[in-house]
């Protein structure tokens, strides 16, 4: 049986701690803004430089894309999902990128600190955001390349190698080309990749999250959103004009509503995993409830839950309902020669071999000790009597006992709501023990009515 886990202290520490870290820096971002626009002298012009802004702009940036692939990396790790894992490896490098341009800018500013090296840190970045979105995207929607790709990386450990890889090829293709061509940057190239890669992860993303309604999509979706719209802003404004700094802004905007909707996304999907552990564990408890311990057959209670439900039933229906009361005769020579385990193995056996040889609709069940019950819904003691015989001949058969062979035969008693005396489930219970100990005082290994003659309508 599962057991029911509520979240480790530890891991509601760290959860604790990324949503500290996040409120830290949304405050901060805040604090910086208004500070850099009440340090500008003039809007006049559109166009302000702030050093200071931009590295910490581009710092945060870097410092959330960071503590985003630390939370994906826990869900990647539990899931191996291809989408999360390159998300997660996204991040991370995102956050390498503009913690990389953040550096470079302050040890080289004549090189990486002007609008030409801003031209190309922002094709550059904007089509690696795009490029991981979109597969993220395309994981998510297509479940035959995520199975496929599930099955050949096995874990995210391949994926984040190969993500890795890609990320230093296309840093180090963003770089030589800045080198070699500082001033032919590709943005209108990049703006229109970006924007159709962006518009085809919107979309996959958008029929994911109707379809399903994944918690975790839709924040994904806004923040994909947000980036989309800070691009056409940077595209339409030239580097430290305001169009410029609002792009950035509103991609930060973009990666907090990603990250709440991770932080969220984790406490709905923590419910969720208690909530099936919860119905797992019910179904278990209930299962457990109307099964014998030892037979696995239906107990004495649920076989009179059925029985009454039945006797209903064919009482509103005018349909027969038959009762076979069996009991294995001298099972307690069994018990007292060879000891309770040989006992338990031939109850166990005995309970196979009536429930593999009966009607789907047919119920069996262990009512106490050697005594078994079957139900034979719409079937009247004619044809119960059949049952019967068919019953008694399956117990005939020999079985094994570690060296022993082991003969054991049954006695049956048969009533159904047809006879005069089953007025209701008592009465019927109580013709079949009759019959059943007529059946004992007759010889045993054989099934018995008490008046196999005498019908009535069932309820009359």
């Not at 990320?167 to 990049?190: D, R």
């Not at 069940?365 to 034979?376: D, K, M, N, S």
């Not at 079985?399 to 082991?406: G, K, N, Y």
């Amino acid at each position: 049986m599962g057991v029911l886990r509520k979240p480790g202290a530890r891991q509601l520490q760290r959860r604790s701690l990324r949503s500290l870290w996040l409120l830290l820096l949304l405050a901060m971002m805040s604090a910086a803004t208004l500070g850099a626009i009440f340090r500008t002298s003039s809007l006049s012009s559109m166009i302000f430089r702030q050093p200071f802004y931009q590295d910490f702009l581009f710092l945060s940036i870097a410092a959330l894309s960071f503590l985003l692939g630390q939370s994906l990396r826990e869900e990647a790790r539990r899931t191996a999902h291809p989408a999360i894992c390159s998300l997660e490896t996204g991040f991370f490098a995102q956050a390498a990128l503009f913690a990389g341009q953040t550096a470079l800018g302050e040890i080289f500013p004549a090189a990486f600190n002007t609008v030409s090296a801003l031209h190309w840190f922002g094709a550059v970045y904007s089509l690696w955001v795009a490029q991981f979105a979109a597969a993220a995207a395309l994981a998510i929607a297509w479940p035959q390349l995520r199975r496929r790709v599930r099955d050949w990386a096995g874990s995210c450990a391949p994926l984040r190698q190969a993500t890795w890889i890609w990320f230093a090829a296309f840093a180090t293709a963003g770089l030589a080309g800045a080198y070699f061509f500082p001033n032919s940057a590709p943005v209108a190239w990049s703006f229109g990749i970006s924007i159709a890669l962006g518009l085809a992860a919107l979309a996959a993303g958008s029929a994911v999250y109707f379809r399903r309604r994944r918690p975790m999509i839709l924040p994904l979706i806004t923040g994909l959103l947000v980036f989309l719209l800070a691009r056409t802003s940077a595209f339409l404004g030239e580097p430290w004009q305001l169009l410029w700094w609002y792009s950035y802004l509103m991609y930060f905007g973009g990666l907090m509503l990603i990250a709440h909707g991770v932080t969220e996304g984790d406490r709905v999907r923590e419910r969720e995993e208690l909530i099936g552990r919860l119905e797992e564990l019910t179904a278990q408890l209930e299962e457990q409830s109307i099964r014998d311990p030892l037979t696995g057959a239906y107990n004495r209670r649920h076989m009179m839950n059925q029985l009454e439900a039945e006797f209903k039933r064919a009482v509103r229906g005018r349909l027969p309902l038959t009762l076979l009361v069996c009991d294995l005769d001298r099972f307690k020579d069994i018990n007292d020669n060879y000891g309770h385990p040989c006992g338990d193995f031939v109850l166990k056996e005995i309970t196979r071999r009536l429930a593999d040889n009966g009607r789907q609709s047919d119920v069996v069940g262990r009512c106490g000790g050697e005594e078994f019950w079957v139900l034979l819904p719409q079937t009247n003691r004619v044809g119960g009597q059949g049952v019967a015989a068919k019953l008694l001949e399956i117990v005939r058969e020999p079985m094994m006992w570690e060296d022993r062979v082991l003969n054991l035969t049954m006695s049956v008693g048969i009533a159904d709501t047809l006879s005069p005396g089953a007025r209701d489930v008592a009465a019927l219970i109580h013709e079949a023990d009759r019959a059943l100990y007529m059946a004992k005082r007759s010889g045993k290994d054989r099934a018995m009515a008490l008046d196999p003659l005498s019908f009535t309508v069932p309820g009359k």
